[in-house]
């Protein structure tokens, strides 16, 4: 299979959709391998390391989209990529398409296959590839919420951790899935008091008995929520609704019950955001405020620290591109997990939740593949 990887376009994203160990591999299996020019320089993989491991390198993201029968990315394809796109090739990236309707539209129109790297699923139950981008989210949310709580950033001028006779922060994190809990985990190591809310009694279960008495867990509902609002100066967001558009946690209403120079960051935003307040920023402009309220809605959060999410990414992603070049659109009749992450294939939507969420009909991955 020709296999292409054009350079990221959206704003301030500098990963890639392999790294040159991943381009080796791949071509170890026999395929071939388009990068274009310079797609990995900024976080210093370079043009040559790529040809080394087997890639040629293609001037414009116009000839990748043109030849290649797979294209490999990280960010949902933007508009003028959406446009390059054709029916029978395969989009392997994430997608994000719930709170996305004109994404959507144009991936239907394409006629193309599109895979969702946030919806494969794996015999746990997990969702592999979204997991290594979670953990750099989770962990990158600490540490943008600190900044945010600068006063010079327009916050309260709170140290997370506090100093000896002046108490630390209070962190809340709304979900304790694997970016609640890689969020949970850098706030304590930056001696924050921290409570984790989920809906989950096992997952509760399961982070009481890691951490016992250093992490507060509490079962999350409306009231809770409310009643600890008053007394936090950092709210991570950080539900996850596999596929789906993320459910609205904190009203603007209740905003009001926090203190001035507080700080949500909104790690659900590609899914819409968990905050009635919450829109899409980036990494250039990447905070705003509403009723004194700061909030961190940045979409691309791992872009940030693109070298280290363009590694883990690859280890995650790899095994599955490795199938789909060997076996092409036969792969996922094979591997249940890997046709979960079927979203779009030849104008029909194959995602229940976001055909439920944008008003498309449905259609079972499985049937619009063998029709």
């Known amino acids: 299979m020709l296999i292409g990887v054009p350079k990221e376009i959206k704003n301030h994203e500098y990963r890639i959709g392999l790294?040159?160990?991943?381009?080796?591999?791949?071509?170890?299996?026999?395929?071939?391998?388009?990068?274009?020019?310079?797609?990995?320089?900024?976080?210093?993989?370079?043009?040559?390391?790529?040809?080394?491991?087997?890639?040629?390198?293609?001037?414009?993201?116009?000839?990748?989209?043109?030849?290649?029968?797979?294209?490999?990315?990280?960010?949902?394809?933007?508009?003028?990529?959406?446009?390059?796109?054709?029916?029978?090739?395969i989009l392997y990236t994430y997608l994000h398409l719930a709170p996305d309707p004109d994404q959507t539209a144009?991936?239907?129109?394409?006629?193309?296959?599109?895979?969702?790297?946030?919806?494969?699923?794996?015999?746990?139950?997990?969702?592999?590839?979204?997991?290594?981008?979670?953990?750099?989210?989770?962990?990158?949310?600490?540490?943008?919420?600190?900044?945010?709580?600068?006063?010079?950033?327009?916050?309260?001028?709170?140290?997370?951790?506090?100093?000896?006779?002046?108490?630390?922060?209070?962190?809340?994190?709304?979900?304790?899935?694997v970016v609640g809990l890689n969020a949970a985990r850098m706030a304590m190591g930056m001696n924050a008091r921290v409570t984790i809310l989920d809906r989950s009694l096992d997952r509760l279960k399961y982070i009481d008995e890691l951490y016992g008495d250093r992490m507060n867990t509490l079962y999350s509902t409306v009231d809770t929520v409310e009643y600890l609002l008053p007394h936090t100066d950092l709210v991570v967001g950080a539900v996850l609704i596999p596929g789906a558009a993320a459910p609205k946690l904190i009203t603007r209403k209740q905003l009001a019950l926090m203190k001035p120079g507080s700080v949500l960051v909104d790690v659900a935003i590609d899914q819409g955001g968990c905050f009635e307040t919450s829109k899409a920023t980036t990494h250039q402009n990447p905070t705003y405020e509403v009723d004194g309220i700061i909030h961190y809605c940045v979409a691309n959060m791992p872009g940030g620290v693109a070298r280290t999410s363009t590694f883990a990414l690859t280890n995650a992603t790899l095994p599955y591109a490795v199938k789909l070049a060997n076996k092409g659109v036969q792969a996922m009749l094979d591997d249940e997990h890997l046709l979960n992450g079927l979203n779009v294939h030849a104008g029909k939507i194959t995602y229940e939740a976001v055909a439920r969420d944008l008003g498309y009909d449905y259609v079972p991955a499985a049937t619009a593949l063998k029709g």
Do not use: W
């Not at 951790?161 to 709304?174: C, F, S």
């Open 106 to 177: 144009a991936l239907v129109k394409s006629g193309c296959t599109a895979i969702a790297y946030e919806t494969v699923t794996d015999r746990k139950g997990g969702l592999p590839l979204l997991a290594p981008m979670s953990e750099v989210a989770g962990r990158m949310s600490i540490q943008a919420g600190a900044h945010a709580l600068e006063k010079a950033q327009g916050g309260a001028g709170v140290l997370l951790g506090g100093v000896p006779g002046v108490k630390p922060a209070n962190v809340v994190v709304l979900g304790g899935g």
């Open 19 to 89: 790294t040159p160990a991943g381009v080796r591999e791949l071509c170890s299996h026999g395929h071939q391998v388009m990068v274009q020019r310079d797609g990995g320089k900024a976080i210093g993989l370079t043009d040559e390391m790529y040809e080394a491991a087997g890639a040629s390198i293609v001037d414009s993201a116009a000839a990748i989209f043109a030849k290649a029968e797979m294209i490999i990315k990280v960010k949902e394809p933007q508009p003028v990529e959406c446009a390059m796109l054709r029916p029978g090739q």
